[in-house]
């Protein structure tokens, strides 16, 4: 497969505001965000990519992408070489249109030319915010089995939950005959009731398929509309579809291919897409599959709590097993090479937490939490199930508790945050499912350590 992946583009769409990630979003793009202490939620992607020998790698970036942009300039920067593999960031080129990036497929339309110049046979489409383990050498050994023109991924979801998300509906062949977008009432998967099939966002094409895809939804004088109008006139009109798009991968490219599909096969003649579903296969191997989208502070702040569990969900290390020799994932991103080891004084208190380089914890306790790098804590501190972003101060005597503090904030001697919703939004805070997030660079109280908080210098 190895020959596969070289002979394949990677288009990661990395350009999503991330408003329900506010207000870590602000400044910075949705796939940029700190997670795990070490890591961007970008790294899972391009890890993804990497470890699955694809090597020639775009992210289509489009709002604040400066700290995304300077997060792969410094930590995935790989090769020396243009011929042996990239990972380059592309904005809005407006080639085609004077508009912005207006939809998952409308991006990709967009770089149509750079997807004609790079010559690859096959191009996969993946998100940049999710966060998952998968080795896409797997799926493309399925996509060449079955002659595929298009294999999306899927994951089982129960039923309860899976109206949050676009439904396939596959026949016993793993044939995808039906695509709706967070259905009321989403279909089961074949034989099995509880469940149904939700796609993961990745799609494998054959390169020839997707730009004649994108030519049929783009340089036809189709109409852009959202998705409500496009909605409205199916309703009246099942053709409707021919002369209007939203611009989108799953409700216009996947949706046509198999309405095309399944009027040719109306008229007793043969399909003119192969569309599989491919299973995903979990590379973090435990016994549920994991795939998360943190796209809610509740999510995002759940799936950083799950990481300094004894047993986490995600595995961060190498090793799928410590009881074996046997290498397993590895995880890279970006990693100050002059930060000293974190440095615990005067005895504090630290249990079921992550705390990377550069941290200097003071006669303070610090439980189930992630502190990121050079963060420093002062003495009889007490900080509980919190995310502390890089370069975080917190003076003495403070208590913090479900709180989200971004980079650069100082948090003066003798604060409470995540106490009491009401003062926390009068202070400027966001307050969110019992989650407090304080903004980047943010300077609560009078003093710290007997200096005026305003004239600390990060």
Known sequence: MLQVSENTLALILAGGKGERLMPLTLDRAKPAVPIGGNYRIIDFTLNNCVNSHIRKIYLLTQFKSQSLDRHVR????????????????????????????????????????????????????????????????????????????????????????????????????????????????????????????????????????????????????????????????????????????????????????????????????????????????DENRKMAKYWRDVGTLKSYWESNMDLKMPEPELNLYKRHNFNEDISGWPLRSYKNPFLPPAKFVFSPVVASSLICDGVIVCNATIRDSILSSCVNVQSNSIISDSI?????????????????????????????????????????????????VVPRGSRIGESYRGFNVKTVII
């Not at 917190?394 to 409470?416: E, M, R, T």
């Not at 945050?417 to 926390?424: A, S, T």
Request: aromatic content about 10%.
């Open 74 to 281: 410094s930590g995935w920067n790989m090769f020396s070489d243009r011929s042996y593999g990239f990972i380059e960031t592309l904005p809005p080129q407006q080639r085609v249109s004077e508009e912005w990036y207006r939809g998952t497929a409308d991006a990709v339309w967009q770089n149509a030319y750079s997807i004609k110049r790079d010559k690859t046979s096959y191009t996969l489409i993946l998100s940049g915010d999710h966060i998952y383990k998968m080795d896409y050498a797997e799926m493309f050994k399925q996509h060449i089995a079955n002659n595929a023109d298009l294999t999306v991924a899927t994951i089982e979801e129960p039923i309860a939950n899976a109206s949050s998300f676009g439904i396939i509906e596959v026949n016993t062949e793993n044939r995808i005959i039906g695509f709706e977008e967070k259905p009321a009432n989403p279909k089961c998967i074949p034989g099995d009731t509880e469940h149904s099939l939700v796609s993961m966002g990745i799609y494998l094409f054959n390169t020839e398929t997707l730009i004649e895809t994108l030519h049929m939804e783009f340089d036809a004088g189709k109409e852009l509309v959202n998705k409500k109008v496009l909605f409205e006139r199916l309703r009246n009109d099942p053709e409707a579809y021919m002369k209007c798009t939203t611009g989108d991968f799953g409700y216009d490219i996947i949706s046509n291919m198999v309405r095309i599909n399944s009027k040719l096969l109306a008229q007793d003649m043969p399909r003119k897409f192969n569309v599989f579903s491919y299973n995903f296969r």
């Open 388 to 436: 502390l972003f890089d370069n975080v101060r917190i003076g003495q005597n403070c208590k913090l508790n479900k709180v989200i503090i971004d980079k650069d904030a100082i948090i003066g001697d003798n604060q409470q945050i995540g106490f009491n919703k009401d003062e926390d939004l009068a202070r400027g805070f966001t307050v969110s499912d019992d989650i407090t």
